[in-house]
């Protein structure tokens, strides 16, 4: 009878008005089942009744005393711009440029080449552009920069 | 106006320590008393809670809010209980069964059951029968401590103590179904009710 699950949802209040009209029935119609669901009741209120524990009145200076010889744990967030990531960046689009012109060009790749539409030239070129600036712009001077901007012309 | 638990843990993240202090402060009683209810309380009670924070702390870079940070919290608080329920259960441990009579300074003596014929409510408990309560939870194993703990002494949802514990919400249901029926067998000689021809007693 302590098994009925019934009981433990009728003391989270978790049955709806009718399950709960319903239980109210068989509380009034069984005494067992309502010895049992009192003493559930009982068992809830003990739980209940135990004082909260109140922590040592240094704890909080203890806590914070250790967190500060810590490392701070601050978040990275990525960032392109940065000089080492940039430097990178170039470096990756410069291969991959590199890669596409050195790869041999036959009938079957001018062919592709040239099934090309102008818009889709036109879009890939503004695309290049566009990066080749944000990246010489954050680079001025720097030898990647140039190589990227020699491959872009190029293409 | 407070700071959300969000805007301190990203001021944290952004550098600013002291601001960590503000989530310690706000949350040192619940974590401090979660742990005195899952271990049985004693002097490292308030080590085990220091750790929590310390923990918490050093992982906080990688708390990206897609839980809330209570629930982050207990979930860490709930860990290290178990780690250290484990490291104490290699130890060799007293139990006593609940009909034993407690010792006390002037000898043994019986823990007397709540007078529930006032109202329930009002029923306060003695120093002794919060220890036999205390007892009993410990008795409990670990998973089913957490869940009855979590939902009935500390008032979470189902829902927030199967983000804490990482668990459905059904295991949560049906942990809480066995820990409650747990407690009322070690409970009962103190919430027994009295039927009107059986041997019942308070």
């Known amino acids: 009878m302590r098994r009925d699950k019934t009981i433990h949802a009728w003391l989270d209040q978790r049955l709806s008005p009718g399950e709960r009209e319903r239980f109210a029935e068989r509380l009034a119609a069984e005494p067992e089942l309502a010895a049992t669901a009192e003493e559930a009741r009982r068992v809830q209120h003990l739980l209940r009744a135990l004082p909260v524990d109140q922590p040592p009145a240094d704890l909080a200076d203890n806590i914070m005393r250790q967190i500060r010889t810590a490392p701070a744990p601050m978040v990275r967030r990525w960032a392109w711009w940065q000089p080492s990531r940039a430097m990178m960046l170039a470096g990756a689009t410069v291969a991959v440029l590199a890669a596409v012109m050195l790869v041999p060009r036959d009938e079957t790749a001018t062919l592709a080449a040239t099934q090309l539409t102008e818009t889709d030239r036109r879009f890939v070129q503004e695309c290049l552009r566009d990066y080749h600036y944000e990246v010489s712009t954050r680079l001025a001077g720097s030898g990647a920069a140039q190589r990227a901007a020699d491959a872009t012309l190029e293409f | ?202």
Request: aromatic share 6%; proline share 4%; with cysteine.
């Open chain 2, 1 to 202: 106006m407070q700071p959300t638990d969000l805007e301190l843990v990203e001021r944290v993240q952004s550098g600013d320590t002291e601001a960590f202090g503000g989530l310690v402060r706000r949350y040192q009683q619940r974590v401090y008393s979660h742990v005195c209810r899952m271990t049985g309380g004693g002097e490292d009670a308030a080590d085990l809670t220091q750790e929590v924070f310390v923990k918490v702390y050093n992982s906080l870079n990688r708390f990206r809010g897609q839980a809330s940070f209570q629930t982050w919290l207990f979930r860490v608080t709930a860990n290290l209980c178990v780690d250290r329920h484990r490291r104490a259960a290699r130890a060799p441990q007293v139990t006593r069964s609940l009909d034993a009579p407690v010792a006390g300074e002037d000898g043994e003596f019986e823990v007397e059951a709540p007078d529930w014929e006032q109202n329930p409510e009002q029923v306060l408990l003695t120093a002794e029968l919060q220890q036999e309560v205390r007892s009993a939870i410990l008795q409990l194993s670990e998973k089913l401590r957490a869940v009855v703990v979590m939902h009935d002494l500390e008032g979470l949802s189902y829902e927030e103590i199967a983000a804490a514990l990482a668990i459905p919400v059904g295991t949560v249901k049906s942990r809480l179904f066995n820990a409650r029926a747990a407690l009322h067998e070690l409970l009962l000689p103190y919430v027994r009710v009295r039927s009107a021809g059986g041997p019942g007693g308070k």
